[in-house]
């Protein structure tokens, strides 16, 4: 049996926090049910200089190799020290308490689409070797690269944990989450394809240009809307979303990805001198962007969703707490349910270090993940492999873990070609042969009682709260 715990770690696009996610993993064998118990989440400050220097990298497009180089040494100094710090406010032995850390870092820049000349290429920061010497754990990152390699976006990643965690044998659902970028995952009914029909794609500003609106109203006083009160008070300019919403990006067809270099500072600022033309006060500013970051969301839906209705609509990411995009998301799906992603067991706020943690536990065993239906279908391993002090232990397990596969399948094989049994056709998925069998079967339990139970969940609003 496998049994690791593995410490995701996520900062955004708005880099308002880096979340940090402890999840043990268990497994019988690789086609036996995963089993992800989270056990403990935080979401801790960043340094405020190397925040404002990798902003600044970010938004202005241009560096020195000597400022790329040490920003990245000082983001790994900076992810190191909040697991120190988590570990401590949290009463976790580093030693003895994880396996494996997996850290996404931080997206300095992301370039799906190239133009002529252009190469399509990622890049996250926040040097792994740092955080295996410092923690002395095995550390995985750099989990995009290796999608954009074989033709897909490289993000938005939600996928697979996505369809794993949510697909119902009668429900058509979407997981929707809001962090600086919004993305969603379509999840259908199994009658209709379940994971194996799932797809996501980036549906557009999430916070980003809410919170830009926010510091330039407060003079960098507060960060974002807390509670949305400033958009409760505005007054929303219907025209100038409806122009906002005129943008080429929500009339593409995914798979599509965004990010800063279309919804960024430039993009805000430009956008609140517009306002100020137009006599909106600083709430009703607000307000406008937070509904033009609803209105692409059910734009996106009614352009590029499944066929079938959606029956239920589960939220994540700080955006997901925003009173007034979910007010309009309603007010556009009345029939759907409404529900925070917690209802199946992953907290709203851990969603993303979670994902990462599960991520670098596939990347350590050499398994693919499920890719979304409307990607180019080559399975691939996402993650590049840090090796610490407990390296080779790790080897050790993973070793162990294939070998028992390894007879399995090997009797299996035996089987199909006597003509014994269909499951030999499983043995053969479409991956490699010396790779595990990608994940089909997750279930998420809390780490004190049974399994969170998906089929009926308590919704939080409108006419199907309880």
């Not at 400022?67 to 030693?95: K, T, V």
């Not at 279908?377 to 080897?395: D, F, M, S």
Request: hydrophobic fraction near 35%; proline fraction near 6%; include cysteine.
């Amino acid at each position: 049996m496998l049994q690791l715990r593995v410490l995701g770690l996520n900062s955004g696009t708005c880099m308002d926090a880096i979340d940090i996610s402890l999840v043990e993993f268990r497994q019988e064998s690789p086609e036996a049910p995963l089993y992800m118990i989270p056990l403990k989440y935080d979401e801790l400050p960043l340094n405020d200089k190397d925040k404002r220097d990798t902003l600044r990298l970010i938004v202005e497009n241009r560096s020195s190799p000597q400022e790329l180089c040490e920003l990245n040494f000082r983001l790994g100094h900076m992810f190191a020290d909040a697991i120190d710090r988590f570990a401590r406010e949290h009463d976790i032995d580093l030693s003895r308490d994880v396996d494996l850390v997996a850290s996404h870092g931080q997206t300095i820049w992301h370039q799906p689409d190239p133009g002529p000349g252009e190469t399509k290429s990622t890049l996250m920061m926040g040097e792994p070797t740092v955080l295996a010497n410092r923690t002395g754990k095995t550390t995985v990152n750099d989990f995009r690269a290796a999608e954009q390699q074989v033709g897909r976006q490289g993000a938005p990643l939600a996928c697979f944990q996505d369809a794993l965690a949510l697909v119902h044998p009668t429900l058509n659902r979407v997981s929707q989450n809001i962090g600086g970028i919004g993305n969603c995952a379509f999840v259908p009914a199994e009658k209709d394809g379940g994971i194996d029909e799932a797809y996501d794609f980036d549906t557009g500003p999430g916070n980003v240009l809410i919170d830009a609106a926010v510091r330039y109203s407060s003079n960098g006083e507060r960060e974002y809307d807390k509670d949305g009160e400033m958009g409760a008070r505005g007054k929303v300019h219907q025209p100038f979303v409806d122009e906002f919403l005129k943008n080429p990006y929500f009339d593409r067809k995914p798979p599509k990805t965004t990010g800063r270099e279309l919804f960024g500072d430039d993009t805000a600022i430009k956008m609140i001198e517009r306002g100020r033309s137009l006599g909106l006060s600083d709430d009703d500013m607000v307000a406008t962007i937070t509904r033009i970051t609803a209105a692409s969301i059910v734009l996106s839906y009614q352009r590029f969703g499944t066929k079938q209705p959606l029956d239920e609509i589960y939220f994540c990411g700080g955006g997901s707490f925003n009173p007034n995009i979910r007010a309009y998301i309603q007010e556009c799906f009345p029939n759907a349910r409404l529900s925070l992603l917690d209802k199946c067991g992953i907290t709203a706020a851990s969603k993303e270090a979670t994902s990462f943690a599960f991520m670098g536990l596939e990347c350590l065993l050499g398994r693919p993940m499920i890719v979304p239906s409307i990607e180019p279908q080559e399975p691939v391993i996402c993650g590049k492999i840090t090796p610490g002090r407990n390296y080779g232990e790790l080897i050790m397990k993973v070793a162990a873990f294939h070998e028992a596969w390894n007879k399995t399948a090997s009797c299996t094989r035996a089987n199909g070609m006597n003509g014994t049994g269909g499951t030999a056709k499983k043995v053969a998925r479409k991956s490699h042969a010396s790779w595990l069998p990608a994940v089909r079967d997750l279930r998420v339990k809390d780490n004190q009682t049974r399994a969170k139970e998906q089929r009926d969940p308590v919704f939080m609003n409108g006419k199907h709260s309880k």
